[in-house]
């Protein structure tokens, strides 16, 4: 679990966008980038070459394609 403080001030480091937290996969998400980047003992792993490329159902809203 991550600290709500923490991440209302995580962006991804790529594009700066919005990262969404998926604590079922201890990942943060980012949808513009299509970049899932793991959370690692609580601490967040914001390297490019750590992240893994979504696929494009994952890519996609919730609200969107299902």
């Given at each position: 679990?991550?600290?709500?403080?923490?991440?209302?001030?995580?962006?991804?480091?790529?594009?700066?966008?919005?990262?969404?937290?998926?604590?079922?996969?201890?990942?943060?998400?980012?949808?513009?980038?299509?970049?899932?980047f793991p959370v690692r003992d609580g601490l967040p792993v914001m390297l490019e070459g750590e992240a893994r490329r979504l696929s494009l159902d994952e890519s996609l809203p919730a609200s969107r394609g299902r």
């Open positions: 679990m991550l600290d709500k403080k923490l991440l209302a001030i995580l962006a991804c480091p790529l594009c700066k966008g919005p990262l969404h937290y998926d604590a079922a996969a201890s990942e943060l998400i980012c949808r513009a980038d299509a970049l899932a």
